[in-house]
């Protein structure tokens, strides 16, 4: 009997009964899926690539963005997403345990695994949601011109950047944000600056040694500072007072970077957050004792194949946005 | 998946007893290779910026070939690339290798090419 069906399947390709991927039906589309994901994902890098090499002289510099630790202060560069991609990279390694351990059958070690791979998750999420508080607190602050440009300060002693209340001048202005129960009921405006345009000025006049550093990049790979008497004549072109970021304009330059900050690792994010839930459901189930039941675990090896790729788009953004 | 599993990385030079064993070994590689990325974009050597290659830095090609190391030993291992059919593995990485590779060289062109309007055009957006 058995012989006589493979000779038929083997006779007719169309008679069905082939696997010529070897893949279960739910892992195959697990793939289909991923694959469609990664085109979606490689076309915001690639969108992201376009507007960079537009702007390539005056695009922000990533290091200097990103240099804050939480809990610490001071400038560390790099030191925090690199933090972040390694606790991905391990609940990546968690993951591929359980599904071992599924493998076995043994379902304690299936739990412990997906447990830890669920924390893993929620730590990137947490660090996410704190970069992004960081990103739209900003620390600095900068100024803005005509042409949507960003003016930023420089300390000329110690070379260092120059937040703007280091020096900006208290002139006691009386200033109303013009919301909508305030003004006229149609108006809403954004929310007031610390400084106003005009304290920044006059703060900037009474101290001669900040400098002004402008968005484009010289031949060094930094960013050009202008001298006490251009600083000067810049200031002219200066129309308010940005702090922090949100998706109109932002104090690091370029406005398209803040946009692609938050929608490249806010999709990212996303892709996190929605594979936890998805963990958490199947680490639920596993405690049930449904793929038990079932005789396989090949559930938590396609959630898994979710998981994975989620660490692997991670390894895309991580170079694009913040190493290259 | 068949539960056997190719126990091999760097074609055959490490070998691994389990595949508990090869999943940690791969994770150090991974780490080694993320450590060597921070170090490199905390420091950045100054030959490497410049020293151009094809029209890009030598480190940001550095960065680039890394991760797609990167990303080759976490779909050949944590995704058991490697374990399953040829077929399988060539329709999943060749239709988005070559569907990227098209649209990034046609964006970057195009992004390019703008640049060279705003720089050269009478177009001023500095202002």
Do not use: C
């Amino acid at each position: 009997m058995d012989t006589a069906v493979t000779t038929e399947n083997e006779g007719s390709v169309w008679g069905g009964g082939n696997r010529p991927l070897g893949a279960s039906y739910g892992k195959l589309m697990m793939w289909f899926f991923i694959v469609s994901d990664a085109l979606t994902f490689s076309g915001f890098l690639a969108a992201y690539g376009f507007s960079r090499f537009k702007f390539i002289e005056t695009w922000p510099i990533a290091d200097e963005v990103f240099t804050h630790v939480p809990f610490f202060h001071g400038n560390y560069p790099m030191i925090y997403v690199a933090f972040m991609t390694f606790i991905l990279i391990m609940s990546s390694v968690t993951m591929v345990l359980a599904v071992d351990a599924g493998h076995k059958m043994k379902q304690n070690a299936v739990i412990w695994y997906m447990f830890l791979t669920i924390i893993g998750g929620a730590i990137f999420v947490g660090s996410q949601a704190w970069e992004w508080a960081t990103f739209i607190k900003g620390d600095f602050g900068a100024l803005e011109t005509k042409g949507g440009r960003i003016l930023q300060f420089v300390n000329a002693e110690t070379g260092e950047r120059a937040a703007i209340d280091e020096f900006a001048l208290n002139l006691n202005e009386a200033r109303i944000a013009d919301a909508r129960d305030k003004g006229v009921w149609f108006t809403d405006n954004e929310t007031l600056t610390t400084f106003s345009l005009n304290e920044v000025i006059e703060g900037f006049k009474a101290n001669p040694n900040i400098l002004i550093r402008t968005e484009t990049i010289n031949e060094n790979g930094h960013k050009t500072l202008l001298t006490r008497e251009q600083s000067l004549g810049r200031l002219k072109d200066a129309v308010r007072v940005v702090e922090g970021a949100n998706l109109i304009r932002n104090e690091y330059g370029s406005r398209l970077f803040a946009d692609f900050f938050f929608f490249i690792t806010g999709f990212h994010g996303f892709h996190v957050f929605s594979g936890v839930v998805i963990n958490a459901i199947i680490f639920f189930n596993v405690i049930l004792g449904t793929y038990e039941k079932r005789g396989h675990y090949e559930m938590v090896e396609k959630v898994g194949l979710y998981w994975h790729f989620v660490d692997l788009v991670w390894v895309f953004v991580f170079t694009f946005f913040y190493l290259v | 998946m068949a539960h056997a599993h190719k126990l091999e990385i760097f074609r055959g030079l490490l070998k691994f007893k389990s595949n508990t064993q090869k999943i940690w070994g791969v994770l150090i590689f991974l780490s080694i290779v993320t450590a060597v990325e921070v170090v490199l974009g905390i420091i950045k050597p100054e030959f490497m910026l410049t020293t151009s290659f094809a029209g890009m830095k030598l480190l940001n090609w550095v960065f680039i070939i890394l991760t797609l190391v990167k990303a080759y030993y976490i779909a050949w291992d944590f995704m058991h690339l490697r374990d399953e059919k040829a077929a399988l593995r060539r329709t999943i990485v060749w239709t988005p290798i070559f569907l990227v590779s098209y649209l990034v060289f046609i964006l970057l062109f195009e992004a390019t090419y703008i640049y060279d309007v705003f720089k050269s055009g009478f177009l001023a957006w500095d202002f």
